[in-house]
Structure formats: structure tokens, C-alpha cells
């Protein structure tokens, strides 16, 4: 049995020098942080028990890994050490309850926490004020001489304050260079037109663009850098992390806003909670949360356990990246024929769910990142959103990988694809396309189209796969007794879906724009088309010159549109619409006079009950009101809804902006149900409501 264990303890040392290394030295890791993490927790209850077989070059009693060999070797008079991780509440419980088994119980503890960046730790050296070497972690004890690169960097402090009481002698600040994520997406779509690889990710990005040999490399690269800790300093006596916080801030130097001084337990486990739903909010990476105590004199007490200082915690989020198979390339053909590869995987564990599928952008981008059936593949996942592969894991190849062929066919229908010269997208142009239909029917439905309650995908299928729809104007011709055909339908819901379908008819113009699916024309657009053009024919007629002129409309869309009306088949489309009583031309206003909201301007905030937020737009303008994205001193009304944002609150109350809900907009336009053009059954009369702060 011991010498199995040993055996295994051997392989996840092994294992996760390679992977640091490739993660450290190179910057190109193979595996997630949660595997890293995993393999790391084997070895960490391992060695817990069996201490007998620890080694002194075991991962666990190390940071990081070697310094590259082209860079200067600077050793740092304190290790820079890591911190032990936490990946559940009752784990940063079981942290603290370890403290307070080195002190007394009783002992006051405050406690600093941070969100935990994604980016280089590095440790900036300055001597009477000025800076003279910046040098990365490296192993903890030995890092890479980066000084001409970190001078590139601009938020860091060339020369910091020396007036008497400012500035220490000897000082050595330490901190994480990062990338933020709207200059990472800049660099990335930059990197992309001059025919360059994107970089993986912000993390990526920043290591490699610090441990550049060429500093002007460096200097082209949009990083930034938090200060968070001192390593030593002379001349200053500091008793307190969050002193020393402030410290940095008078020195001149970037401090993360986010940090916060807590003094209840509870609070920093509802911080950890908090920052973990809102890290997609940040402009930077964060992984987790850091918890400090904050007292020195504690810290001090409490010391250090092999390379992580008992006093602090790393609270880490579910990891965003995970490494499985590529099983299968699938096709998928949206309701405009755009065809659009997936990835069909392994099933793997990531951000609290199972991932079978993931998308592949389009076939440019699959190419480029040379993807193959059967590949390991790296995938991540951020928030909500649909899981996307990252690059195939190239060192895991075997031969038996098989490079991906674009289709020259339709993979339902069967008929030849397109593209356009200069375009990404390929799409199959057969209108009849069965998968066009069902798409097509579900987009039609949609709460910012026709807004027909209880016709989603499922159903759309049932109609197309049943042949009782082939195209969406058919919708107007369906019968109960059709709909009782399909499975899942009854007397009640049959009559609903007929009678929302029949509600459908009426919706204002742009509605019905948006609902047809021409390319480049979403709802923004057809608000302003239906404005400007008031009826379908009208727009049919128009010409690439004047829709041109429209502010918005430029001539990809413009060529879009005329391209969409020219086809036989859609303008049979329209006629089949028109037949079946559907409405193509927005009626004149007559409720309350001809524009009741006429000089009346309006900010929207919130979700409001029956309606999107570009309805609501819809609705006022065309009742003669204009809408705008904050208020002001000119702002008539602002319209509340759920959630609403607290910036537009405060300002209307500072403003003394009147404010209605959705009811009391309704009730400014003479609507009693909701039938103008919200395309929402709202049930009961509302009544204006006034709301005040």
C-alpha cells in the first residue's frame, strides 16, 4: 500500500511540474486551474497523511516555477509566497477556525478582502523614490529581472513621493499586472486584422506581454497594474494591511476599488457570495476572492505553513476552463440560413453543470484555430453564456485527429451553400429549407417580434414537422382542429395559441419588420424603417440611395434589404401576410389627438411587466414622444420598472423628474388594455402611478 502511494504522490509531482511549468515559464498552459487545482488537493491530503514521504522539491512547498533563463535572476530578500485555496463556504470556516487554534478565541479579528485578479504577480523595488527593478514571483525565492518591461507599464510610478513622511528609503511593493477586458477584446481584434493569433485570454496576454525580451513589445501592450501588499520597506512603520493600502494610494500608486475592511465573518463569506455573481461585471479577471487578516501583529503570530502564510485565504469561483474531447463537429442552420459549426464533447463538469456541447463561432474561426474531431480541447465558460472552445490541445495529438472539411451542401435540405465575397458567414439561401422554418416560426413568435404567447421552439417544430405550416403567414390560416392534432394540445390551450395568434395581426410595422428576419435588420433598425417609411410598400419601393440617407442604415444593410424584397419568394411572403389580414402599414395616431406625447421626452430604466424595453421605445415614439438613454433637466418622465438602474433614479430625484410605471405610461396615451402597440395582452385597466423616492 505504501509503495502505491508513494507512486502516486511521484506522478502528481510530476504532473504538476509540467503543468506549471507550461503555466508559469511558458505561458501555455494544456489544463484549466480546476484540474491544476484538483491534482494539487490530491497531493496537499497526500502528504497530510503520509508527511513521511514529503519531498523538499514538492510543488506543494514551491511557488510558481523556474525563472526562463534569458532573463537577469533576482533573488527577493522575503519569498513571495502563495496562499492556501478555499473552494466552498464551510472551507473558508474551516480556515478561520484553524486561526483560532494558534490564538485566543476571544481575540478581535478584522479582515481585508479583495477580489483575486487573474494577472503576474510581480514585486517593484524602489530606492530613494525611484524605481530600480521590478522582478516577476518566479519560484517565491528567485524571480525574472522584468525592470525595463514594468517601466512600460503605465500606471506604475516611475518616481514616487520623497517629501518627509511620504516615501521610505527602500521600498519594495508588490502587486499583479493585468490586462483589462476591453482593451484585451481591442488588442485581440487588432491582433485578428493584421493576421495575427488572438491571444487565449487577459491572464495569457498580460504574462506574456511582461515577459517580453523586447520592453518596446511591452510598451505597445495595454496592461495595468494593482498594487496590494509591501514586501519590506525602511523608514515606515505600518501596523495594518488596510494601512498599508491607504499608504500605497498616497505613494501614487493603483489600488483595487473593490477592496473592502470587514470586521463580521459573515460579511466577508456574503463578499465572497457577492463576487462571485458579479465577476462578470469587472474590467479584469478575477478568479476569486482574497481574505487578509488585517492585523500585522496577528499575522505575525500566526506565521507561515510551507509556502502559504496562515493568515491568509484564497476563496477560489468555479473555474471557467475545462479540458475534455471533441467527439463530433456538428451544423446548426439558423432562421437566415447561416450555417454555424458546434462542437458535440466528452461531458465535463464546469461552472457547476455539464457541458455536452459548445460553440465554434464559424468555420474561419475554426479553421484558424486548427480544430479537429477527436482533439483534447480546452472550453470555457463565462456566466451565463453558451460554453465556446478555446484551441485544441496540440501536444495530446495522436495521428488519429481529423482535420474538419466546410460543407458545400446544406446539411438538411441538401441544396449548394453561399458566401459572400468578404463575408464569414455561410448560409444556405433555399428559403424552403425545413430548418429555416422552424427557426423562422420561433423568431416570428418572439417577445421583440409578433410577440405570440405559447409558440416557442418545441411548437414551432410540432407545426412544421406536422406540414400544417410552410411558411409564417400560414400561421393565420390554422384551425382548432389542426392544433388538436399535436401532441401536448388540448381544447384550452388550442384556443389560446389561435386567439394570440390572431392578436398578432395588428402589431405596428416594425414589428412585422423584425419579425421577417431580413439580414442586418434587428429591432433598432425597424423602429427606425417603420418610422420613416409608415408602410411595407412603401419600403419595397424604396431605393439603395435613400435608405442610405436614413442615420443608421449603411449600405450593407441597405444592399440587405433590397436583396430580401427582390426575391419572389418573399414578396409572396408579403401578399400571403396581407391576404391572411396581418397589418404592413402603421396606422395615424388618434387616441387623446394626433400625438399626445408630442415634445414629451422620456429615459426608460428597469424591466417593465409586459413589455421590452425597445417596445416601450416603439410606443412612445409613436405617439409622438422621444426617447433618450439618460436624464436630464429636459426629461419629461422617467419609466420605471423592475430592477431599475439606481444612477437614472438618483439623477430623476435630484432633478425632480416625475416617474410612471408602465400603467401610467399607458394612461398618458388613452390606452385601457395595452392595444396600441405593445403586442402584450396586460390584462385589467391600469391606473397611472406617480412614484416618488
Not at 511620504?166 to 499586472?177: D, M, N, T, Y
Not at 480541447?377 to 463565462?382: D, F, G, N, S, T
Not at 495530446?396 to 466546410?406: A, I, K, M, T
Request: proline fraction near 6%; charge should be negative.
Amino acid at each position: 500500500m505504501s509503495d502505491e502511494v508513494r507512486a502516486r504522490m511521484e506522478k502528481l509531482r510530476a504532473l504538476l511540474r509540467y503543468h506549471s511549468y507550461l503555466y508559469h515559464t511558458l505561458d501555455q498552459p494544456e489544463i484549466s486551474d480546476a484540474e491544476y487545482d484538483a491534482l494539487m488537493h490530491e497531493l496537499r491530503a497526500l502528504e497530510a497523511q503520509y508527511p513521511e514521504f514529503i519531498t523538499p522539491d514538492s510543488p506543494t512547498q514551491r511557488v510558481g516555477a523556474e525563472p526562463r533563463d534569458e532573463f537577469a535572476k533576482v533573488r527577493h530578500p522575503y519569498p513571495m509566497t502563495s496562499l492556501a485555496d478555499a473552494f466552498s463556504r464551510e472551507e473558508v470556516e474551516a480556515w478561520r477556525e484553524r486561526v483560532y487554534r494558534l490564538i485566543p478565541r476571544d481575540t478581535p479579528l478584522e479582515y481585508v478582502v479583495e477580489p483575486k485578479i487573474d494577472g503576474l504577480a510581480v514585486a517593484i523595488t524602489y530606492e530613494e523614490g525611484l524605481l530600480v527593478r521590478g522582478a516577476t514571483r518566479g519560484d517565491g525565492f528567485v524571480g525574472e529581472d522584468i525592470t525595463a518591461n514594468v517601466r512600460t507599464i503605465r500606471n506604475v510610478p516611475l518616481r514616487i513621493p520623497v517629501s518627509e513622511g511620504v516615501a521610505p528609503r527602500l521600498i519594495e511593493v508588490r502587486g499583479e499586472v493585468y490586462m483589462p477586458r476591453d482593451l484585451f477584446e481591442r488588442l485581440n481584434a487588432e491582433r485578428l486584422a493584421q493576421g495575427e493569433s488572438p491571444f487565449a485570454n487577459p491572464r495569457n496576454a498580460a504574462a506574456g506581454s511582461v515577459r517580453q525580451l523586447d520592453p518596446r513589445i511591452t510598451a505597445s501592450r495595454p496592461l495595468r497594474f494593482f498594487a496590494y501588499a509591501i514586501g519590506y520597506i525602511e523608514g515606515r512603520e505600518l501596523t495594518t494591511q488596510w494601512e498599508t493600502l491607504n499608504y500605497l494610494k498616497e505613494l501614487g500608486f493603483a489600488v483595487n476599488p473593490d477592496i473592502r475592511l470587514i470586521r463580521d465573518f459573515e460579511e466577508v463569506l456574503a463578499y465572497c457570495e457577492e463576487w462571485m455573481d458579479k465577476r462578470d461585471r469587472l474590467n479584469y479577471e478575477a478568479d476569486g476572492v482574497v481574505i487578509k487578516i488585517n492585523d500585522f501583529a496577528i499575522q505575525q503570530r500566526l506565521g507561515i505553513v510551507g509556502n502559504a502564510p496562515r493568515w491568509a485565504v484564497a476563496f477560489k469561483f468555479p473555474s471557467r476552463e475545462a479540458t475534455t474531447r471533441l467527439l463530433e463537429i456538428g451544423i446548426n442552420v439558423g432562421r437566415t440560413g447561416v450555417l454555424t459549426p458546434y462542437a458535440v464533447l466528452e461531458p465535463v463538469r464546469l461552472g457547476g453543470v455539464t457541458i455536452h456541447q459548445a460553440t465554434l463561432h464559424n468555420f474561419d474561426d475554426l479553421a484558424r484555430k486548427d480544430i479537429r474531431v477527436g482533439d483534447v480541447v480546452v472550453i470555457q465558460r463565462a456566466g451565463d453564456v453558451i460554453p465556446q472552445v478555446v484551441k485544441p490541445v496540440v501536444a495530446l495529438r495522436d495521428g488519429s485527429q481529423v482535420p474538419f472539411e466546410p460543407p458545400k451542401t446544406c446539411p438538411v435540405c441538401g441544396e449548394p451553400v453561399m458566401r459572400d465575397e468578404g463575408e464569414v458567414a455561410v448560409y444556405c439561401v433555399n428559403a424552403a429549407c425545413p430548418a429555416q422554418l422552424v427557426r423562422h416560426i420561433e423568431h416570428w413568435a418572439s417577445r421583440d417580434a409578433m410577440d405570440i404567447d405559447g409558440l416557442g421552439i418545441k411548437v414551432a417544430a410540432q407545426l412544421a414537422n406536422n406540414g400544417l405550416v410552410t411558411d409564417v403567414a400560414d400561421l393565420y390560416a390554422l384551425t382548432k382542429e389542426d392544433l388538436l392534432k399535436l401532441e401536448g394540445f388540448a381544447d384550452k390551450r388550442a384556443e389560446n395559441l389561435l386567439r394570440a395568434i390572431d392578436a398578432s395581426r395588428d402589431r405596428p410595422l416594425w414589428r412585422v419588420l423584425t419579425a421577417l428576419g431580413i439580414r442586418g435588420v434587428g429591432t433598432k433598425a425597424a423602429q427606425v424603417l417603420a418610422t420613416h417609411y409608415r408602410s411595407l410598400d412603401t419600403l419595397m419601393a424604396t431605393t439603395a440611395e435613400e435608405l442610405q440617407e436614413i442615420e443608421g442604415i449603411g449600405p450593407r444593410t441597405a444592399k440587405d434589404i433590397l436583396d430580401y424584397f427582390s426575391r419572389p419568394r418573399h414578396r409572396q411572403l408579403i401578399e400571403k401576410l396581407r391576404r391572411y389580414g396581418v397589418r404592413l402599414e402603421d396606422q395615424p395616431v388618434t387616441a387623446q389627438g394626433p400625438a399626445p406625447l408630442q415634445g414629451m421626452t422620456f429615459v426608460i430604466t428597469g424591466t417593465l411587466p409586459s413589455m421590452s424595453r425597445e417596445a416601450a421605445t416603439a410606443l412612445i415614439q409613436q405617439y409622438g414622444g422621444k426617447v433618450t438613454g439618460s436624464v436630464s433637466k429636459n426629461t419629461t418622465y422617467l419609466v420605471v420598472g423592475d430592477k431599475p438602474g439606481a444612477n437614472k433614479l438618483t439623477a430623476a430625484q435630484r432633478l425632480g423628474v416625475p416617474m410612471l410605471d408602465e400603467a401610467g405610461l399607458r394612461q398618458l396615451i388613452g390606452e385601457s388594455g395595452g392595444k396600441a402597440d405593445a403586442g402584450s395582452n396586460t390584462g385589467n385597466t391600469p391606473s397611472q402611478l406617480s412614484m416618488s423616492l
